[in-house]
T-cell receptor, first 110, second 113 residues
Framework: DAKTTQPTSMDCAEGRAANLPCNHS???????VYWYRQIHSQGPQYIIH???NNETNEMASLIITEDRKSSTLILPHATLRDTAVYYC???????????FGAGTRLAVHP | DAGVIQSPRHEVTEMGQEVTLRCKPI?????LFWYRQTMMRGLELLIY????????DSGMPEDRFSAKMPNASFSTLKIQPSEPRDSAVYFC???????????FGPGTRLTVL
């Protein structure tokens, strides 16, 4: 599985956009980029995933660079409830395993 | 749907005792995963099943750990004998080919004294 690199922690003001970067320079052509988050004491929660095109859903947007070596998860209007650890994971399509790294601890403050 | 159900939510036991954690996946899901989370090691995949068959148990730490899935709606993770270093939060997750995501349960917090 391709390895990902994320900043250890980030801060964001409530109401502002939170932009969480992820580096996956060794990603293979058939590997998707997935984002999950884990709010304190809860199980991880799926956010979004993509292959090469940018994706948007009700929770977030995912921007993948053209060379696919990095991506950014965007929470357009962060709230205090978005305080969590965010995990960027790459895995082949149709492949079940998720390998979690250390993630980015996002703190949203008033 | 109630989501993935895990029991117990909290378990405190003494070293050497047998511990059994239980998981009921979402109805219709045919893949089930057991994870362990600690401060030191983060979130680790222990084992996963597909159609009730263990596919990958490479994350199971040692022979003291065993997992079973006797049917599509129930799985157990057993630790015998338990040790203090087994203290962690254990998560169960399920999914199917129709889903893009794994759905996680609330976890079982295990403390071995």
């Amino acid at each position: 599985d391709a390895k990902t690199t994320q900043p250890t922690s980030m801060d964001c003001a409530e109401g502002r956009a939170a932009n969480l970067p992820c580096n996956h320079s060794t990603i293979s052509g058939n590997e998707y980029v997935y984002w999950y988050r884990q709010i304190h004491s809860q199980g991880p929660q799926y956010i979004i995933h993509g292959l090469k095109n940018n994706e948007t859903n009700e929770m977030a947007s995912l921007i993948i660079t053209e060379d696919r070596k990095s991506s950014t998860l965007i929470l357009p209007h962060a709230t205090l409830r978005d305080t969590a650890v965010y995990y960027c994971i790459v895995r082949p399509g149709g492949y079940n395993k998720l390998i979690f790294g250390a993630g980015t601890r996002l703190a949203v403050h008033p | 749907d109630a989501g993935v159900i895990q029991s117990p939510r909290h378990e405190v036991t003494e070293m050497g005792q047998e511990v059994t954690l239980r998981c009921k996946p979402i109805s219709g899901h045919n893949s089930l995963f057991w994870y362990r989370q600690t401060m030191m090691r983060g979130l680790e995949l222990l084992i996963y099943f597909n159609n009730n068959v263990p596919i990958d148990d490479s994350g199971m730490p040692e022979d003291r750990f065993s997992a079973k899935m006797p049917n599509a709606s129930f799985s157990t993770l057993k630790i015998q004998p338990s040790e203090p270093r087994d203290s962690a939060v254990y998560f169960c997750a399920s999914t199917s080919e129709l889903e893009n995501e794994q759905f996680f349960g609330p976890g079982t917090r295990l403390t071995v004294l």
